[in-house]
C-alpha cells in the first residue's frame, strides 16, 4: 500500500523531509546554545566584584576593551581638546546629552572622556568650559557603541559639535588626530554651567552579558526552531496517510481510480427527426 512513497513525487517530498528536520534542530540547538552561553556570562559577571572598585590602571594596559575590563578605572594624562555634545541620552527618566571632550595624550592619540550629562536640548546650550593645562582623569573604561547601543543616533544630520555616537570611527572624521577604541566616564562629574551641575554617567554593563531581550529572543527562536520541524513531521505523516486511504478506497471500489471512466446514467431519447418518413413536410405524423 506503500509503495507509492518510491514515487518521483514522493521522493521530493520526502528528501525536503529529511533534510529540513535536521536543519531545524540544528537551528533550535544553536539558538538554545547563545541563550545558555548569555545566561553563564550573566552569572560569571554577577560572581565578579564591581568593576568600578577595582584599583585604577593605565589606559593601555586596559585595551582592547572586552567583558573583563569593561567598567574598570583607567588613568590617563593629557589636555583636553575639541568638545562634543552627544544629544538624545536619557538619565534617571530624564532628556539630555552628554558633554564629551577629548583627551589628547602623550602617544598622540585622544581618549573621548564624557564629563557629565546635563539635561534639555543640546542645541545652544552652554556647557561647563574642559580644565585647561595638563590633567589626569580616571574613569570607568567603555568600549566603543555601535548602532545596536542604547540611545545611539546613527542616522545623522545632527548640528555641529554634535554627535550620535561614542566610537573611534566616528570621532576620528571629526578631528585632525587618531582617537583612542575605548572612551572613559568620569564617576564624579564636574560642576557650574548654566545648566546646573553635571551628573555623572555611570557605566553601562558590556554588550552581551546580561540577560537582556536578546537573550530571552535566542530562547524564543529556539521554540519556533524545534515547533517548526515538528509541523514539518505531522505535515508529513498526514500527506502519507491521506494518500493511503485514497488507494484503498480505490481498491475497493469505493472511489473510481478514473474518474473518465465512471458509468453515466440513463441515456435522454434523441430527437426526433421532422422530416422523418412517418411525417409530413410539416412534421406533422402521417396516419
Not at 577629548?102 to 552652554?126: C, E, I, N
Not at 580616571?138 to 540611545?151: C, F, K, V, W, Y
Not at 548640528?159 to 550620535?164: K, S
Not at 488507494?247 to 458509468?263: Q, W
Amino acid at each position: 500500500m506503500y509503495r507509492f512513497l518510491l514515487t518521483p513525487r514522493w521522493w521530493g517530498i520526502n528528501l525536503f523531509v529529511v533534510l529540513a528536520i535536521p536543519f531545524c534542530v540544528f537551528m533550535g540547538t544553536w539558538q538554545l546554545g547563545r541563550f545558555e552561553d548569555r545566561v553563564q556570562s550573566h552569572e560569571q559577571a554577577e560572581k565578579q566584584p564591581d568593576p568600578s572598585t577595582r584599583a585604577a590602571k593605565p589606559l593601555d594596559e586596559l585595551l582592547p576593551v572586552d567583558k573583563v575590563t569593561s567598567g574598570r578605572p583607567a588613568v590617563a594624562t593629557g589636555t583636553y581638546a575639541d568638545q562634543f555634545l552627544v544629544p538624545g541620552r536619557e538619565l534617571d527618566d530624564r532628556q539630555g546629552f552628554y558633554v564629551l571632550n577629548m583627551l589628547r595624550t602623550d602617544s598622540g592619540k585622544a581618549l573621548p572622556v564624557v564629563r557629565g550629562w546635563l539635561p534639555g536640548s543640546a542645541t545652544g546650550a552652554r556647557v561647563p568650559a574642559a580644565p585647561e593645562g595638563e590633567v589626569t582623569v580616571t574613569g570607568d573604561l567603555q568600549a566603543s557603541e555601535n548602532p545596536r547601543s542604547d540611545g545611539v543616533n546613527a542616522r545623522g544630520g545632527l548640528p555641529g559639535g554634535q554627535v550620535g555616537m561614542i566610537s573611534a570611527a566616528t570621532l576620528v572624521n571629526l578631528v585632525p588626530y587618531d582617537v583612542y577604541d575605548a572612551w572613559v566616564t568620569l564617576p564624579e562629574a564636574e560642576a557650574g554651567g548654566t545648566g546646573g551641575a553635571m551628573k555623572p554617567v555611570p557605566a553601562a554593563a558590556p554588550e552581551g552579558s546580561g540577560l537582556d531581550l536578546k537573550a530571552f529572543q535566542n530562547l524564543g527562536y529556539t521554540g519556533e526552531w524545534f515547533v517548526f520541524a515538528g509541523f514539518v513531521l505531522f505535515m508529513w505523516f498526514r500527506l502519507v496517510r491521506r494518500e493511503a486511504e485514497a488507494l484503498r478506497d480505490i481498491e475497493l471500489g469505493l472511489v473510481p481510480e478514473d474518474p473518465a471512466a465512471a458509468p453515466e446514467g440513463p441515456a435522454a431519447p434523441a430527437p426526433e427527426d421532422p422530416a422523418s418518413p412517418d411525417r409530413d413536410v410539416a412534421g406533422t405524423p402521417v396516419r
